[in-house]
């Protein structure tokens, strides 16, 4: 992973889509990578390799290319339409665009695919309580925090939602 966080820094996107990146769970945007130059060089080489455009959106959010990543997402999830972490990458570009009902769609499609996930049940919160909805929100927190109680990232949307 280190390669390949040093190969997108210095611009060598062709170089970082070659190396493998393990997939996370949690937030694509809490950390991410620096980013002095554009990252077309990705888009030339990720054809149909979902943990490509994967890491094209991770790439976009830390250029603070929004739009751009929201549609880096949209082909991951795609391409790996059974993959619970292309959903939440999607449902947080999503979301930081303000798309909340379709942030919640694919919150809830990564729900299906992993029912048991703190962090998914905490994104659908926020999102829950971005619209108003305050019943459904605590309900999704709870689970969250029934999950995993020590998670830090939880904790914070729980917190940032202003609700308790």
């Known amino acids: 992973m280190a390669r390949r966080i040093e190969a ?31 990252r077309e060089g990705v888009v030339r080489v990720s054809g149909d390799d979902a943990g490509a455009w994967a890491d094209m ?8 290319r929004t739009a751009e990543a929201v549609n880096a997402f949209r ?10 972490g292309a959903h939440m990458n999607l449902a947080l570009a999503l979301a930081a665009t303000g798309a909340l009902n379709e942030a919640e769609r694919e919150y809830r499609a990564a729900l299906t695919l992993a029912p048991n996930d703190a962090v ?6 926020r999102v829950l309580a971005a619209e108003g909805r305050r019943d459904e929100a605590v309900d999704a927190f709870r689970r969250a925090l029934r999950l995993a109680p020590d998670n830090p990232a939880v904790r914070e949307d729980l917190a940032a939602s202003g609700l308790r």
């Open 8 to 38: 997108i820094r210095e611009g060598d996107f062709a170089a970082a889509a070659t190396l493998s990146l393990p997939q996370r769970k949690g937030y694509v945007w809490r950390h991410p990578v620096s980013l002095s130059r554009g």
């Open 57 to 64: 959106g991770r790439a976009d959010i830390g250029l603070e």
């Open 75 to 84: 082909r991951a999830a795609e391409l790996a339409p059974a993959s619970a």
């Open 120 to 125: 998914v049940l905490s994104g659908l919160g």
